[in-house]
């Protein structure tokens, strides 16, 4: 079905691979397609509740590959919401950076909700040692992630950072490189099983709806979802859950 990224869901967890391992997953406009049809697939499942985006081989992704491209040409095959769509989706999209990541292949692991990044990884923005800008709302999004300074500091020196320092910057959390991806779906999984996938859902958009609201705007909207939830079969079971002792066993209804 894919050929440029691997699919596949276990226990509520949908894993997207980025498959080119030879070109360290060297992004593509079919992988671009594919990576978001299979986000669409996993937005529609009802067994899936988290998904979790990993790169095949030593990477995550390298940036753009240049052989596709042609100087003084622009690539005109992104559109606009290239990778902000990925706020929009219902479920937690966690970005489980297991090698090098670079370019436009670290835009896209920004505008996941989760960032893990393995033990001696590295990444770079890579843009303005191309002669390029900040491109897709990386400057956007980068800004709220991790402040100004720090933003302008990555994406004007385009140096390389280590995992290590890219988690004090706030902008991933770091794991072993050891069993990596099996650490970020256990911790994906755990999320999605033990708090409602429903209240997961309506938070996400919470958080992503209020940078552009008021505190005002955001009680309001606040008032209106607890109203909601109250109605909700999830708070029944996180009632019941609770008062009886056990596991929950949420709908996402």
């Known amino acids: 079905m894919y050929k440029e990224i691997l699919y596949s869901v276990t226990d509520y967890v949908a894993t997207i691979t980025l498959n080119r391992p030879d070109q360290l997953n060297a992004w593509t406009p079919t992988m671009n397609s594919e990576v978001r049809a ?28 240049m052989s596709l491209l042609e100087p003084g040409v622009p690539d ?36 996941g909700d989760f960032r893990y990044m393995a033990e001696g990884a590295k990444l770079t923005t890579s843009f303005a040692r191309r002669g390029l800008i900040a491109e897709f709302g990386l400057s956007w999004i ?24 890219a988690e004090r910057l706030g902008l991933v959390r770091s794991l ?7 650490a970020v779906e256990g911790t994906a999984r755990e999320m999605v099983t033990t708090a409602s996938p429903r ?17 005002a705007e955001a009680f309001v909207v606040a008032y209106k979802e607890m109203q909601a939830s109250l109605l909700s079969e999830d708070y029944e079971e996180g009632v019941a859950h ?11 209804r």
Request: charge should be neutral.
């Open 38 to 65: 299979a986000i669409n697939a996993a937005t529609a499942d009802d067994n899936v509740r988290a998904i979790v985006v990993t790169g095949s081989g030593r990477g995550f992704c390298a940036g753009y590959d």
């Open 76 to 111: 005109d095959s992104e559109d606009d919401q290239t990778f902000s769509y990925l706020m929009a989706v219902p479920k937690p999209v966690f970005m489980a950076i297991n090698g090098p990541i670079a370019g436009i292949g670290l835009v896209f692991a920004a505008f």
């Open 142 to 165: 980068l800004t709220r992630l991790i402040g100004t300074m720090n933003a302008l500091d990555l994406l004007c020196s385009a140096r390389v950072v280590q995992s290590q320092e």
């Open 176 to 182: 072993p490189a050891v069993n990596f991806l099996s």
């Open 199 to 215: 209240s997961i859902g309506v938070i996400k958009r919470q958080i992503y709806d209020s940078h552009s609201q008021s505190l």
């Open 242 to 252: 609770f008062m009886e002792k056990r596991a929950p066993k949420f709908t996402g």
